[in-house]
């Protein structure tokens, strides 16, 4: 069975630091893209990062560029999220995603696989 | 990126069929079959329902099914059950810098 566990959200002033980690088991972690996807309360989903399996490519969203770091350590199965510089825009519950398959040749595709998610508060 | 459009609520009477309307540009989803769709309920994660504009996954329900034409994706419910109250969200591969992008979300309520 897939699962994938956060944790590391909290309550952080603005202009802070987090770390958000997130554990996978149940499937072959390396090679699988994987993505955060956030969403703020009451407020629909926005998509932050994707990176692929080897953890060569990252991608981000214009919202976080610059300020966000995506990685993976494959050897423990766990994707990383560092936050740098948070804005009370930040806040929201953070999921982690497992990309499908890489059909077609496009392994960004689909969210197959979502976690609990993490909460992130950003106030003063 | 902006989101997709979706609007914001759909309703339906129990064993009525329901579609709702995603609507991108060229860039997203009009320019590739990478559309998918996520059912949210109160609390929960999202869950995938459809991928590759019209493909289930194992174990979801065959009254969910996809469609798209041009640049707005459609998922219909059929057969409309309680358990079916839910957010509704699409999703979409891009072509611009951000990879991927969501849709505006919509809350369905069975009369």
């Known amino acids: 069975e897939v699962q994938m566990l956060e944790s590391g959200g909290a309550l952080v002033q603005p202009g802070k630091s987090l770390r958000l980690s997130c554990v996978a088991s149940g499937f072959t972690f390396s090679s699988y893209a994987m993505s955060w996807v956030r969403q703020a309360p009451g407020k629909g989903l926005e998509w932050v990062s994707g990176i692929g399996g080897s953890g060569g490519n990252t991608y981000y969203a214009d919202s976080v560029k610059g300020r966000f770091t995506i990685s993976r350590d494959n050897s423990k199965n766990t994707l990383y999220l560092q936050m740098n510089s948070l804005r009370a825009e930040d806040t929201a519950v953070y999921y982690c995603?497992?990309?499908?398959?890489?059909?077609?040749?496009?392994?960004?595709?689909?969210?197959?696989?979502w976690g609990q998610g993490t909460l992130v508060t950003v106030s003063s | 990126q902006s989101a997709l459009t979706q609007p914001a609520s759909v309703s339906g009477s129990p064993g009525q069929s329901i579609t709702i309307s995603c609507t991108g540009t060229s860039s997203d989803v009009g320019g590739y079959n990478y559309v998918s769709w996520y059912q949210q309920h109160p609390g929960k994660a999202p869950k995938l329902i459809i991928y590759?504009?019209?493909y289930r996954p194992s174990g979801v329900s065959n009254r969910f099914s996809g469609s798209k034409s041009g640049n707005t994706a459609s998922l219909t419910i059929s057969g409309l059950q309680t358990e079916d109250e839910a957010d509704y969200y699409c999703?979409?591969?891009?072509?611009?810098?951000?990879?991927?992008?969501f849709g505006t979300g919509t809350e369905v309520t069975v009369l």
């Open positions: 590759h504009v019209s």
């Open positions: 999703s979409s591969f891009t072509s611009t810098t951000t990879l991927y992008v």
């Open positions: 995603a497992k990309f499908g398959d890489c059909s077609g040749g496009n392994c960004y595709s689909y969210f197959q696989h």
